[in-house]
């Protein structure tokens, strides 16, 4: 058994006992939970990643509800010593929950809560950051001004790729597939191609209608396209945005974007042989999941096409990265911040918090959960339902009628 775990305490007194494995954005979270009498402990271990055995000591021989990080292993031993401890629901401050084993939580009954329709813009704008950032050389540039190589102005000097005119694909056109295409599309006027297994007619009415905006003001007007298969998007793409789901696929010419979710389907999506497909000079973007792109293959591909760039929010093996990426100049490499806006952790924080309320006080589900805005709205009274249960149908727990 690991030692005793550190820990601040709000409101001592609370009937229920709500445990958070790490400290979250805002304090509005924190009053939601003792505003109904909730007794909340929040971990102080000066650990970036709590281990089981840290978690179980943590849950303590009585919990309620605890509210977890997407890093952590949350399977039978968990979800056992969260149910000896006659709790009920456990939730991700995340919308994936890739390290969750919900098979273990429905065997439990454990409800699992996740925190959707709050990272959209702000996901979709640090996509849409790295695809700047990686066609104009910024953070090279970066690094080399502040090593004080710049003795003055050269012809050839981090020249990059201009993205206006050029075309962005999008692997997966769904909400944050297509809030990064209208960024890249309005922005730098980039024409569209995207593969989805659904019609995008929103995404496609907007391009269209921006299009024709363009073409009434004298200039030339943006197109869009959606590709028949993912790698038709990958050969014409200029900058690709991975934006992948089973039901939700997005891409990018010369830059492309990804953001799927990560199943058998999306692993390794982007391998050796559908690198070699792309352009020398594209620009690839996952703010996703890490291991939808074989990390070995991009390592290679980067140094052997030195045109090529990419930018990473998410990797493979995180926190790690593969050996070699750190090297490679032509990849920009951040640690998964891509919902990192006071606004959207503050949010997801709530959430979070609220899906394990819900489920201590028995609401119902919220029949939405991409419409959260009442949730987050301080100035209006929270509705009293679950925002997100992932596993609801197979728990069977009532839907929300508001």
């Not at 929040?42 to 509210?67: M, N, P, Q, Y």
């Not at 009954?109 to 979709?124: D, M, Q, R, S």
């Not at 309005?186 to 391009?207: A, C, H, P, W």
Request: hydrophobic share 40%; net charge neutral; proline share 4%.
């Amino acid at each position: 058994m690991a030692k005793p775990i550190s820990i601040q305490v709000w409101n001592p007194n609370g009937k229920y006992r709500v445990v958070s494995t790490k400290s979250m954005p805002g304090t509005r979270w924190i009053r939601l939970l003792t505003d109904q009498d909730c007794r909340v402990e929040i971990c102080t271990e000066k650990k970036t990643i709590l281990s089981v055995d840290d978690i179980v000591a943590l849950i303590g021989d009585r919990c309620d509800g605890v509210i977890g990080q997407l890093t952590e292993d949350w399977g039978d031993a968990l979800f056992s010593a969260l149910k000896r401890a006659g709790g009920t629901a456990f939730s991700n401050m995340a919308v994936g929950y890739n390290n969750v084993d919900v098979g273990a939580a429905n065997k439990y009954g454990i409800a699992v809560g996740n925190t959707p329709g709050v990272l959209t813009e702000t996901t979709a704008e640090l996509a849409a950051s790295l695809s700047l950032a990686a066609a104009r050389k910024i953070v090279e540039a970066d690094q080399f001004m502040r090593a004080g190589l710049y003795d003055g102005w050269l012809p050839h000097l981090f020249v990059g790729n201009l993205l206006k005119g050029q075309t962005v694909g999008v692997i997966g056109a769904g909400r944050i597939g297509s809030a990064y295409a209208r960024m890249m599309i309005e922005g730098f006027k980039m024409n569209l191609i995207y593969y989805d297994l659904y019609q995008s007619t929103r995404l496609e009415k907007f391009v269209t209608a921006y299009g024709q905006f363009l073409q009434a003001n004298g200039e030339q007007p943006v197109t869009w396209k959606r590709a028949a298969t993912m790698e038709d998007v990958l050969r014409e793409a200029d900058v690709m945005n991975h934006v992948v789901n089973t039901k939700e696929l997005e891409q990018s010419q010369r830059t492309i974007s990804l953001h799927p979710v990560l199943d058998k389907t999306t692993y390794h999506l982007i391998n050796k042989d559908t690198l070699a497909i792309m352009k020398k000079e594209a620009v690839l973007v996952n703010a996703s999941r890490g291991p939808v792109i074989d990390e070995a293959a991009l390592v290679e591909h980067l140094k052997a096409n030195p045109m090529f760039r990419v930018g990473l929010d998410v990797f493979e093996d995180e926190p790690k990265m593969k050996p070699g990426l750190a090297e490679q100049k032509n990849a920009v490499v951040v640690p998964h911040i891509a919902s990192a806006s006071k606004w959207t952790r503050e949010g997801m924080a709530t959430l979070a918090a609220l899906n394990v309320l819900g489920k201590i006080k028995g609401y119902p589900v919220w029949g939405d959960p991409n419409r959260v805005d009442k949730f987050l709205d301080e100035k209006s009274l929270v509705p009293a339902a679950c925002p997100s249960i992932v596993n609801a149908k197979q728990l069977d727990l009532p839907v929300s009628k508001l």
